[in-house]
């Protein structure tokens, strides 16, 4: 049995798998912002729950904002910013009393999607985050691809490819830079460039025809095209799986190969790009996914 913990900004949800990765029991909680230490007997709460007085001791793992840093062990980059700089495997790791497995939520949705998802079977996988944010996720071979510094597919904070004179130098992002991929394609920036008040609805206003939504509709998937053209000619992988509030949008679909298409440094381009099997449920699933079977080979 495996649990999947998805550790996010406003709720704590845990999903049991058995071997066959069906699902078995699901549990919610509220994240307790602000405190490490309550977020550390949250989770604890939710394993106990999910294993019950049945199910026995399950490998967990734990989809997380940010990651932890190879050179300290300690969580980076986390949105969640009372999880930065602490030790959060070996404090689960004590609490639970079995080892715990740590992965950033975008490397978990790539890891799900290549699992057993959209994207099942295939030896390299792409995995993107579009919606308050922007992530992404490489899986090779079935296995998440970290990286030297735990930053693998962080394309959210490489500079927009080709901007216009509009474009520079770009919105100002949290990172500390300006015109990051994030501050263009994450659903706030769709919004405020529609004038809507969320990323959804300014696509809904743009398949009625209002003109300036279209407008930025337009100039929204032109960036993505050319964002996602860089993670082409970089990777190349076998397919590209959309997550995120704005991948529920059917349109993106149908206009985003061709606007990918005149960006890569190819004679073709046929990379399918795809919505995810299991929708907001895949960070779950990815973190339940990265402790192997039994006999199974560790990634």
């Known amino acids: 049995m495996r649990i999947g913990i998805d550790l996010g900004g406003t709720k704590i949800a845990g999903l049991l798998l058995d071997g066959r990765g ?3 029991a699901r549990v919610r909680r509220a994240t307790p912002r602000g405190s490490y230490e309550a977020t ?3 989770i604890a709460e939710v394993v106990a729950e999910l294993e019950g007085p049945s199910a026995g ?3 967990v793992g734990v989809g997380m904002p940010g990651a932890l840093s190879p050179a300290t062990g300690l969580v980076k980059n986390a949105n969640s910013t009372w999880l930065n700089g602490r030790p959060l ?3 689960l790791r004590e609490l639970l009393g079995r080892p ?4 950033n939520d975008a490397n978990c949705f790539a890891l799900s999607e290549a699992t057993d998802g959209a994207a099942a079977g295939l030896p390299t996988v792409f995995g993107v985050i579009l919606g308050t944010g922007v992530g992404g996720g490489l899986v090779v071979d079935g296995a998440v691809l970290t990286g030297r510094d735990a930053i693998a597919g962080e394309w959210g904070h490489n500079p927009l490819p080709s901007p ?3 474009e520079r130098p770009g919105p100002r992002c949290y990172c500390g830079r300006s015109g990051c ?3 263009f394609l994450c659903g706030p920036a769709l ?3 529609a004038g809507a008040p969320d990323g959804e609805t300014a696509v809904a206003l743009a398949e009625r025809g209002e003109v300036a939504a279209l407008a930025a509709w337009n100039r929204w998937l032109d960036r993505l095209g050319r964002a996602l053209a860089g993670v082409v000619n970089l990777f190349d992988p076998h397919a590209i799986v959309l997550g995120g509030g704005l991948s529920r949008i059917d349109g993106v679909y149908r206009e985003l190969p061709d606007r990918i298409r005149p960006h890569v440094f190819s004679d073709r381009f046929e990379t399918p790009v795809l919505p995810p099997r299991y929708g907001d449920d895949s960070g779950l699933r990815g973190a339940a996914w990265l402790w192997p079977a039994a006999g199974e080979p560790a990634p």
């Open 22 to 24: 069906r699902e078995r």
């Open 40 to 42: 550390l007997r949250t």
């Open 57 to 59: 001791a399950a490998s």
């Open 89 to 91: 495997d070996r404090d």
């Open 100 to 103: 715990v497995r740590l992965q």
């Open 164 to 166: 216009t004179d509009r």
């Open 181 to 183: 991929i994030e501050t």
């Open 191 to 193: 919004a405020a460039d």
